[in-house]
């Protein structure tokens, strides 16, 4: 089978509406009809962060695919990219205080939003990660994820604490 | 009432709570802040502490419930450090004054359900009321199961349910001593499981053989101090008595004194050297037996443990625990601690006869060597991050030619060789430069280094040979031991500059190691245990809920009956929940809530020993152990005879393969044997099974991997081995059901539809259509299953008129 057959038949743009209701939950009418409460998924959270959006309903069963959030109307777009940022959400560490090993596991204090801030990490090297954008994503032991968006002009002591563990 | 609690705390006894036994654990800054506000904190059922303010802000927030409603009490952020714990009082301390900024109430009327949604790094609480929903709160990933707890018991209030059992969960994931909560998986709090017991516990080991410890540490200090007084022999007793005597002596006085310099040298290097032999010795024999002791320990502890518990440790962390902990352990003992009492006695040794001899130059040379505790740690930190940085780019590496030689099969056929030789090439240029960079540095940073040394050794010897020669303060002799003393703290006290990161390595090993051996496993059997005198096998699951992860319940309030003998066919999509049930009745986890019964009796009661000897499962993951064909089979039943391995062989259709293979039954399998198709593997696994005699067989997709030929022979051993069994087949192939007496669909964890065959297909429900679906894909492949529809058509009503 030759590759220019493979397609995804994405969402018509011009047939979804977003809106929010009066709690702040995003809401789809799609070609006119009242979809409801949805949430979005990245398909490349990393590299597209407004291209590839996955519509899904509240029993979390795909609707479709939005091929770019820039081709939805101005509402609607500022609407989809709120409730992404709100998904996606991710704590940015300002500076690292300390790195202390424990038993494996890494107690790291750091600085977010100006508020101290601590957590574990385990299986440090694999647990942290280097992207070639920069950003150097931590990932501790609750499942939770912290990002430093540019990890080349985090202050020395940071990048000292941060560098052994890196790939 | 507060020393009873503080008595029952140090004895890691949890106290009988009665309701709103939660509340107590609220800050009491928390209540009076609450109560100011006229929350009556007493009566809550339940809490727990968000740590987001809003979903991209982090702060203090309290949602409580009680009978009246649900309760958002947000507060100030605490900023600054946090006030030290003492004495054991309360770990906010006094400093800890938390600012109400708002408190929100939602009558429990107004919330029809709650809800915990999982984000990329956050959580949150909604409830709906009606077809309304509410957001209530926002937390980190780190208090979702605390959030799911707290719906739990939400919903189990707004039900009018019991709701202790959540309760009880709370209390068991939290330390006993400081009340925070335990790490997913552990029941070792890693902050109480403190650095210091774990010396004294590493120690304990030692305590069997403390005879031959203190043998060994006299051989060392004997040995330490017979090398302290050699250089007052070797060089001043030579250089002031013997070379050094400006013709006072005679010659043959100065033979006498040489030769008896030169005997006293002599025994004093052989005792040294005996010592270090007696001490060498008794070490290598003794530290075995220690260390044989704490892997033996550690298997042990891993044995006892539930499934859960490796659901959480990686195969390798816990390999690494078994080698590489204990070997650390092992290391140490051998190389590093006889050196520490070396290094500190050479150390205490050396400074007190220098002092003794001249304190001038002593200080000095205190002052040179202060200058090497100084410098050793920088470049030692520096090494150890360059070393890291290759190790890393090392461990990637391997990574990279493991992952390549594991799937050249797959590069090949997508013809990616060249692709994978360039990444290769980049990471091992990377290693290259790390490498280059760390031999570069070791290579101009050491001989910098011991130019300082040298420079440090010149000065002494400047400033002692103007003491000796102007102000003949010192002789020669006294001179020369100076900088023989000076060349030998060099060692000790680099030794004891780095030794401290040894040592930290060890106990965390053997914190590792008590890790394990301290966790409870959580299966485990009742003080007195029931044993059934006839086990049945009669299966009664009711209301029974499950979760692996907090907040995704995997098996939802699904209850079951079989009967004793008969056989249940549990079908369901990939992911519905049929093997979690199959582990459930195996006692592999317990439920969170419901029974699981055996014979009438709940399976946690009963000795776990019997459970197991009594349920024989077949599943898709066939893992044969090291050792032969016989040695598998008679797995269950080492004492099974030669007779019995081939007649359950020859039940299962795996004699004949069996006895082609040159070895026969004696072939080696598992890792480093001889290599068996899926379909031959599988037939040795019934094979163990049959012998196993179960009253209870578990098929799990036993043949799922199979093709349709390898397939129907193996049925045909599955046949044999069903009869008289209580079997619970679970399958996606719905033919291999045809004889089940019940059959279950699951869905998201849930039993949508119970019955026999012909009432699920007069239903026309899910089973109908899965039936539907799978006869149409069948058809279309070209699978004859026509002949096996028509017995599974038939097949059931057999059973039904029984």
Redesign the interface.
């Known amino acids: 089978m030759s590759t220019d057959k493979l397609s995804v038949d994405f969402l018509d743009p011009a047939a979804c509406r977003f809106t929010v209701s009066d709690n702040g939950f995003l809401l789809l009418t799609l070609a006119g009809e009242n979809r409801g409460r949805v949430l979005l998924r990245r398909c490349y959270p990393f590299v597209y962060e407004d291209e590839y959006i996955s519509v899904h309903d509240l029993e979390d069963k795909e609707i479709g695919i939005l091929r770019d959030l820039k081709e939805l109307d101005g509402d609607g777009r500022k609407l989809a990219e709120h409730h992404l940022t709100e998904r996606y959400y991710c704590p940015t560490v300002s500076s690292v205080k300390s790195i202390k090993e424990r038993m494996g596991n890494f107690y790291f204090e750091t600085v977010i939003d100006g508020i101290d801030k601590n957590f574990t990490v385990k299986d440090i090297s694999r647990n942290m990660r280097l992207r070639p954008d920069d950003s150097l994503l931590i990932f501790d032991a609750d499942g939770n994820r912290y990002n430093i968006p540019g990890y080349s002009k985090i202050d020395r002591k940071s990048k000292r604490l941060l560098e052994p563990y890196l790939y | 009432m507060e020393l009873l609690d503080k008595i029952l705390i140090k004895l890691h006894i949890r106290k009988p709570h009665p309701h709103g036994r939660d509340a107590r654990t609220l800050p009491p800054p928390v209540a009076e802040a609450l109560a100011g506000e006229g929350l009556d904190t007493s009566s809550l059922i339940t809490f727990f502490k968000s740590d987001m303010v809003a979903?991209?802000?982090?702060?203090d927030v309290y949602v409580m419930l009680d009978e009246k409603g649900l309760y958002l009490a947000e507060f100030e952020?605490t900023?600054?450090?946090?006030p030290k714990k003492k004495h054991g009082g309360d770990k906010h301390g006094p400093a800890y004054k938390p600012k109400l900024r708002q408190l929100i109430a939602v009558p429990l009327e107004d919330a029809d359900e709650l809800f915990t949604e999982k984000?990329?790094?956050?959580g949150r609480l909604t409830y709906r009321k009606g077809e309304?929903?509410?957001?209530l709160c926002w937390f980190?990933?780190?208090c979702?199961a605390e959030a799911d707890r707290f719906r739990k018991i939400f919903t189990a209030v707004k039900e009018g349910e019991p709701y202790g059992l959540y309760l009880d969960e709370r209390e068991k994931k939290t330390c006993p001593k400081c009340g925070m909560p335990l790490?997913?998986g552990k029941t070792v709090c890693?902050k109480c499981?403190g650095r210091r017991s774990t010396v004294t516990r590493l120690f304990s080991f030692f305590s069997e053989v403390r005879g031959k410890t203190a043998f060994i540490i006299g051989c060392i200090l004997v040995s330490s101090v017979i090398s302290i007084i050699i250089p007052q022999i070797s060089t001043r007793k030579l250089y002031d008595e013997v070379l050094n005597t400006n013709g006072t002596l005679g010659y043959d006085d100065a033979l006498k004194a040489l030769l008896t310099v030169v005997l006293t040298l002599a025994a004093l290097k052989i005792a040294t050297q005996l010592f270090n032999i007696f001490y060498q010795y008794v070490l290598a024999g003794l530290l075995p037996h220690v260390i044989y002791g704490i892997k033996l320990k550690i298997f042990k502890a891993m044995q006892r443990l539930s499934v859960g518990f490796y659901t959480y440790k990686?195969t390798g962390?816990l390999m690494e625990r078994v080698t590489r902990d204990s070997n650390n352990i092992y290391w140490f003992f051998v190389d590093g601690f006889p050196y520490i009492i070396v290094s500190l006695v050479t150390v205490i040794g050396v400074v007190a006869v220098m002092l003794k001899t001249s304190v001038k130059l002593t200080l000095m040379i205190i002052s040179a060597a202060a200058i090497i505790v100084v410098l050793y740690p920088v470049f030692n930190r520096i090494f150890?991050?360059l070393h890291?940085?290759v190790w890393?780019?090392n461990?990637?590496l391997t990574s990279k030619a493991s992952d390549n030689i594991n799937g050249h099969r797959i590069i090949k056929a997508f013809s990616k060789e060249q692709e994978e030789y360039d990444e290769f090439g980049d990471i091992s240029d990377k290693l290259m430069n790390t490498e280059i960079k760390a031999a570069n540095m070791e290579a101009t940073t050491f001989p910098l280094l011991s130019v300082i040394l040298y420079a440090l050794g010149a000065a002494v010897l400047g400033y002692g040979g103007v003491l000796s020669i102007k102000y003949h303060e010192l002789t020669i002799g006294q001179l020369l031991t100076f900088v023989v003393y000076l060349q030998m703290l060099q060692e000790p006290i680099e030794f004891l500059t780095w030794i401290s990161n040894w040592w930290a390595r060890c106990v965390?090993s053997a914190?590792?190691i008590f890790?394990i051996t301290d966790t409870e496993p959580d299966v485990k059997d009742v003080e007195n245990p029931t044993v059934l005198e006839e086990f049945r096998g009669e299966i009664d699951m009711n209301g029974v809920q499950f979760e692996y992860e907090p907040a995704r319940p995997i098996i939802r309030n699904l209850s079951l009956h079989v009967n004793a003998g008969e056989m249940l066919g549990i079908v369901g999509k990939t992911g519905a929940g049929k093997t979690t049930i199959s582990n459930l009745i195996a006692r592999l986890y317990d439920p969170q809530e419901g029974t699981v019964k055996i014979d009438g009796v709940d399976v946690k009661q009963l000795a776990s020993k019997q459970l197991r000897q009594n349920i024989g499962i077949v599943s898709q993951d066939i893992f044969l152990f090291m050792g032969t064909i016989a040695d598998n089979i008679r797995y269950a039943r080492p004492d099974a005879s030669e007779e019995e391995v081939i007649a359950a062989a020859k039940a299962a259709a795996a004699h004949d393969f069996i006895t082609k293979l040159p070895d026969g039954y004696e072939t080696r399998v598992g890792s480093g044997g001889r290599r068996l198709s899926g379909g031959e593997r599988q037939r040795i696994s019934i094979a163990r099974t049959i012998i196993q005699n179960p009253k209870i067989l578990i098929l799990d997709e036993a043949t799922a991997a199979m093709d349709t030929e390898t397939e129907r022979s193996i049925q045909n051993s599955l046949t044999a081995l069903k009869k008289g069994r209580t079997t619970i087949a679970i399958a996606h192939r719905l033919s291999t059901l045809r004889d089940a007496d019940k059959l279950a669909v699951i869905e998201e964890g849930r039993c949508i539809e119970f019955g026999t065959y012909r009432e699920l297909m007069e239903k026309q429900g899910e089973y109908y259509k899965l039936f539907k679906l799978q006869e149409e894909a069948l058809a279309f492949i070209g699978e004859d299953e026509s002949a096996e529809d028509t017995d599974s058509k038939e097949g059931p009503d057999e059973h039904e008129h029984r």
């Open positions: 979903f991209d802000r982090f702060g952020e900023v600054g450090p946090r984000n990329l790094a956050t309304e929903y509410y957001n980190s990933l780190s979702l790490p997913p890693p499981g990686q962390s150890r991050r890291h940085k890393v780019q461990s990637r965390d914190q590792r890790e």
